[in-house]
């Protein structure tokens, strides 16, 4: 009997999905007719790649992080391998005080190995570091299974860490408000070395591997990310898997017969087995269970990227590095920095640079709002200081992604845990995968896309 698939949302973790589906039946020899709903006219969801002049231009995420298998397994099983490269290695700052404050060797998520560099750090005040000492000599915590990032890092380590490094270098990963984000959920490593050993500084000391020759933490490929979406879509075989884009899905039922989804173009789709691989919005909408509905909880942060090309000799850096972030308590519409031709060099042609910069934060979702004009002035103007701009960009390109970071408030696993029951009783054969989830970063996608199709297959 050929199982029908149907999976709802065409970018990284959708199209994953399809091809692990499809990878996995050609192994068992099993039947399997797979549809792929993508409401936008392309594949890809945030992984979108621009390249012109002679410029790649990432316009959603720009990497794949290293330590995390699932990402770079897939891009050597659709033999991309060759196009890798990681990222070049070098000093990331903290903009505070309009200054640009090197981040402490050593630290981890901003939390310290070492000490000397944290005392010889301008981050912080003598109070500041005095009071992130204590870590060393304050009890554990007790037993707790979550709390908010923020609260977590200012009993341990004070309020002026957790806004001037922490904050900061979490911002880029979650775009929240760290003093709701679930330490469970982004950071679950910090409650085992905060049990184990209570002070985050001895522990961290302890786990860590001892530091060898310095090597990028993140890859990505020459050609731009949206090969790997290229790839995965050409990897589908088209008598196996069905790919519709520009088509929106918009009603779910189920039936004797299985799951019947209803299409903005007039047509549906019946399906023995169904992934969401959308925002938990739109499959809390679909499906319509009370149990999926979340209240109380901050809605996904809506953010938007400038990227500006210059002539080299146009833009230059008071300091050699990367980039920066942002400390929480500095007054900036912009969140980050990338000095992304120093980051990867084959990003930009000979004698050309590309800065990157971000805005967005929970609190400000209208700025994305801005005209592209007004969004690259305040870039310019905020970096002000620490790029030295002499001439106007050659072009820039805005990119917007309204609602695209969700957020995981304090008590996401658990609730995921519980949702994932009532699915499996209440609504069997439908799974949820996606940065809504389990993670937001690439690998963390295809992990969860992995998994479903295992699941599909195994049952």
């Known amino acids: 009997m ?12 959708g199209l994953s999905c399809a091809y692990y589906l499809q990878q996995r039946t050609a192994e068992s020899g099993d039947g399997l007719r797979i549809t792929l709903i993508e409401a936008e006219d ?35 099983q659709l033999g991309l391998g060759a196009d890798v490269v990681t990222n070049r290695t070098g000093r990331s700052y903290i903009l505070k005080d309009d200054a640009l404050h090197p981040i402490p060797d050593g630290s981890v998520m901003g939390v310290p190995t070492s000490l000397r560099p944290l005392l010889k750090s301008g981050l912080l005040s003598m109070d500041g570091k005095a009071r ?38 979490l911002s880029g990963i979650y775009a929240g408000d760290i003093d709701q984000l679930s330490l469970e959920a982004a950071l679950p490593q910090f409650i085992n070395i905060e049990k184990r050993y209570g002070s985050l500084i001895l522990g961290l000391r302890e786990t860590m591997p001892k530091r060898g020759k310095s090597e990028g933490q993140f890859a990505t490929l020459t050609t731009g990310l949206n090969a790997v979406i290229d790839a995965l879509a050409d990897a589908l075989d088209s008598e196996a898997v069905s790919i519709m884009t520009g088509v929106e899905a918009e009603s779910f039922e189920k039936d004797d017969n299985g799951y019947y989804i209803g299409l903005s173009d007039g047509t549906a789709v019946e399906a023995d087995y169904v992934v969401f691989a959308v925002p938990h919005r739109v499959a809390e909408r679909l499906i319509g269970a009370d149990f999926l509905r979340r209240d109380r909880v901050a809605p996904d942060t809506s953010v938007a990227t400038i990227a500006m090309a210059f002539a080299r ?28 031709h120093l980051k990867w060099p084959h990003t930009a042609p ?58 995981y408030p304090v008590g996401h696993k658990r609730w995921l ?29 295809i992990r969860q896309a992995r998994s479903a199709a295992q699941n599909i297959t195994a049952s």
């Open 42 to 76: 392309r594949l890809g969801g945030k992984v979108k790649t621009l390249r012109r002049d002679g410029f790649v231009i990432e316009r959603g995420p720009d990497s794949i992080l290293k330590r995390k298998p699932e990402g770079l397994e897939l891009v050597e």
């Open 350 to 407: 000979e004698g050309k640079a590309l800065i990157r910069c971000y805005v967005g934060k929970p609190n400000d979702p209208g700025i994305i709002e801005k005209t592209d004009d007004e969004l690259v002035a305040i870039a310019i103007k905020e970096m002000s200081g620490t790029v030295a701009i002499k001439g106007e960009p050659d072009f820039a390109v805005v990119t917007r992604w309204p609602l695209a970071m969700p957020q």
């Open 2 to 13: 050929t199982k029908r698939v149907a999976i709802i949302g065409g970018g990284i973790t």
């Open 313 to 340: 000799e146009d833009v230059e850096m008071s300091k050699d590095g990367t980039g920066f972030v942002v400390s929480r308590r500095e007054p900036k519409a912009i969140t980050a920095s990338t000095w992304t």
């Open 132 to 169: 992130a000492l204590n870590d060393l000599f304050i009890p554990k915590l007790g037993d707790f299974d979550d709390l908010s990032v923020g609260e977590f890092f200012r009993k341990r380590l004070g309020d002026e860490m957790v806004d001037h490094l922490i904050g900061p270098l």
């Open 417 to 445: 845990a519980e949702i994932t029951a009532r699915l499996a009783r209440d609504f069997p054969n439908v799974y949820l995968a996606g940065a809504s989830y389990d993670g937001v970063g690439i690998p963390d996608c």
